[in-house]
């Protein structure tokens, strides 16, 4: 089983669909004008918003970009499994609304009350589909939600880079999964962790690289290494890693989503509804009171 | 012979510009209507961006119906 619905509907062909975004996209620019100014739940227009690109989409956009939207559902799914985890089903099940997951996926979530139960559950749907499903149970018991979450969203993207045909999403994904990585080395240099942090294969940067660089335990090379990978003019500053390599991925998708005909547009627009779900986020709930969703993936 | 090839040409004057018409008009005409459904009030201007790809068939029309009256 897919882990995002499916639909039979042909769709809009891409340059409708390429042409509405791009105007969306200008509209994020002007906050005055956004319609994400509008409701008191950032994450549920994030979630309209998806469920909107994702089935105005034809189909062949859509298996395109199919990596991308998995990603950002595997985000929710783990989101509802925290809640779980906390005893807060209300809250899980909000997380539910508008999702793009599939409608056997939403029953189980909604019916299953223990969070091993419901990762045997994924495990029989999921497992021949993504082959990372299918040890989710002895993860979950090994390593707890925490680990859980980190392996889950590993090896999803390390399988959308080895599966996509799409250039600018194998970008994407890989630019993800070498942030992961940097952010890894980062935390446990900084907190002086003895401990080897996980290195994933398959993005930019090969874990030789990585292991180089942490095998030195210098600070310094590993904030020049972020500086190469974000590509930006300014250097990060050792509080604000995960803003700057923030940073470095929205120019490059802005560049990427120049070309107002391609799959750039797309990814761009997503990413930017994205950041401005985290902004919004923090303006309403105030940079201490950081909800459980936002910190997720 | 000659008149075949006159006639072979006009219809090539006309035929290749009406098809990057067709291909270029499918294309704007897609994407206008994409700015149209989140821009109502763009649309006088997309009717002129759809309407300027004609202008290449118009143009064929010309120079085939000049190759034709030299038949």
Redesign the interface.
Same mark, same amino acid.
């Given at each position: 089983m897919k882990l995002l619905y499916e639909i039979a509907a042909p769709g809009?062909?891409?340059?409708?669909?390429?042409?509405?975004i791009r105007?969306?996209r200008a509209e994020l620019d002007v906050r005055e004008k956004s319609r994400w100014g509008r409701s008191a739940d950032p994450r549920a227009d994030l979630r309209l918003e998806y469920k909107w690109v994702y089935e105005e989409m034809n189909q062949q956009l859509r298996n395109r970009l199919l990596p991308v939207f998995e990603y950002f559902e595997l985000k929710t799914l783990i989101i509802a499994l925290r809640y779980m985890a906390a005893g807060d089903p209300s809250s899980m099940f909000a997380q539910l609304q508008l999702s793009l997951l599939q409608p056997q996926i939403i029953k189980v979530l909604r019916e299953t009350k223990q969070v091993a139960l419901l990762t045997a559950a994924l495990e029989r749907f999921l497992a021949e589909e993504y082959p990372y499903f299918s040890d989710l149970t002895k993860t979950y018991l090994r390593e707890g939600p925490g680990g859980l979450e980190q392996v889950l969203v590993g090896r999803c993207l390390q399988q959308g880079i080895a599966r996509s045909r799409s250039r600018q999403v194998r970008e994407f994904l890989r630019y993800l999964l070498d942030m992961r990585n940097l952010q890894a080395m980062y935390k446990h240099l900084r907190w002086q962790v003895p401990v080897t942090p996980p290195i994933l294969s398959g993005g930019g940067l090969s874990p030789a690289a990585c292991e180089k660089v942490w095998a030195e335990k210098n600070l310094t090379s590993l904030l020049e290494l972020i500086r190469k990978q974000a590509k930006l003019v300014d250097s990060p500053s050792e509080d604000g890693v995960e803003d700057y390599l923030l940073r470095g991925l929205s120019a490059r998708l802005r560049r990427g989503g120049r070309d107002p005909?391609q799959l750039g547009v797309v990814i761009d627009y997503l990413w930017r509804c994205q950041l401005e779900t985290r902004t919004r986020g923090r303006e309403l709930a105030g940079v201490e009171q950081v909800r459980v969703e936002e910190t997720a993936g | 012979m000659e008149k075949v090839l006159l006639a072979f040409a006009a219809a090539l004057a006309v035929g290749i510009p009406a098809i990057a018409t067709a291909w270029a008009q499918s294309?704007i005409g !897609?994407?206008?209507?994409?700015?149209l !459904?989140?821009?109502p009030e763009m649309t006088g201007t997309i009717i002129i961006l759809v309407a300027i790809p004609e202008t290449m068939v118009i143009l064929g029309f010309v120079v085939a119906a000049m190759i034709l009256v030299m038949i």
């Open positions: 809009a062909p891409s340059d409708y669909l390429y042409a509405r105007s969306r005909l | 294309r !897609a994407a206008g209507a994409g700015t !459904a989140e821009k």
